[in-house]
T-cell receptor, first 111, second 116 residues
Framework: KNQVEQSPQSLIILEGKNCTLQCNYTVSPFSNLRWYKQDTGRGPVSLTIMTFSENTKSNGRYTATLDADTKQSSLHITASQLSDSASYIC??????????FGAGTRLTVKP | EAEVAQSPRYKITEKSQAVAFWCDPI?????LYWYRQILGQGPELLVQFQDESVVDDSQLPKDRFSAERLKGVDSTLKIQPAELGDSAMYLC??????????????FGPGTRLTVT
């Protein structure tokens, strides 16, 4: 069983709308959690990284939240744009060299 | 901005042939990773180097895959012989350890391998 589960698997929204992607993990101990954006045919690009003590972190229209007690994270995208169409991958690290990848959520933004 | 370089970007090969991928990490990044990503899934770690030494290759199919980073800089991943199931995106990443202890990881554009 994957230690990092993401939902939904795919999502379609209209341009300008908001959306929230979920990441639940069982990785322990916990070091940090990252959200990556991966455009089709490209490598992942880091959006945010959060440690145990951080509850929220923003990067432009992207806001990530972390609840280390319930082992849940979310990525909220505000005022979506067509360029937000991509896969969003949640990665949880137990320690510095250990990264567990979720399967990703495929987001499609339609005009 | 410095980037991780990979080549080739696309490779089509017949099964049973040999194939090699190259990665040049960001200058100064001591840690280098090779991942395999099947369409619709997250990346799967194949091998991790710290400088020229292998740190983790537990998921590398060693009967057909090999990886090296001889001088602790660029790296090569080889598959011989290629099988149909090897068709995937092969991602290289490099990372550094910041003063706060956070590890920043940067991915290359990937090599898309198709085995026919």
């Amino acid at each position: 069983k994957n230690q990092v589960e993401q939902s939904p698997q795919s999502l379609i929204i209209l341009e300008g709308k908001n959306c929230t992607l979920q990441c639940n993990y069982t990785v322990s101990p916990f070091s940090n959690l990252r959200w990556y954006k991966q455009d089709t045919g490209r490598g992942p690009v880091s959006l945010t990284i959060m440690t145990f003590s951080e509850n929220t972190k923003s990067n432009g229209r992207y806001t990530a939240t972390l609840d280390a007690d319930t082992k849940q994270s979310s990525l909220h995208i505000t005022a979506s744009q067509l360029s937000d169409s991509a896969s969003y991958i949640c990665v949880v690290s137990a320690y510095a060299n250990d990264m567990r990848f979720g399967a990703g959520t495929r987001l499609t933004v339609k005009p | 901005e410095a980037e991780v370089a990979q080549s080739p970007r696309y490779k089509i090969t017949e099964k049973s042939q040999a194939v090699a991928f190259w990665c040049d990490p960001i200058s100064g990044h001591a840690t280098l990773y090779w991942y395999r990503q099947i369409l619709g899934q997250g990346p799967e770690l194949l091998v991790q180097f710290q400088d020229e030494s292998v740190v983790d290759d537990s998921q590398l199919p060693k009967d057909r895959f090999s990886a090296e980073r001889l001088k602790g800089v660029d790296s090569t991943l080889k598959i011989q012989p290629a099988e149909l199931g090897d068709s995937a995106m092969y991602l290289c990443a490099s990372s550094f350890l910041s003063g706060t202890g956070e590890r920043g990881q940067y991915f290359g554009p990937g090599t898309r391998l198709t085995v026919t």
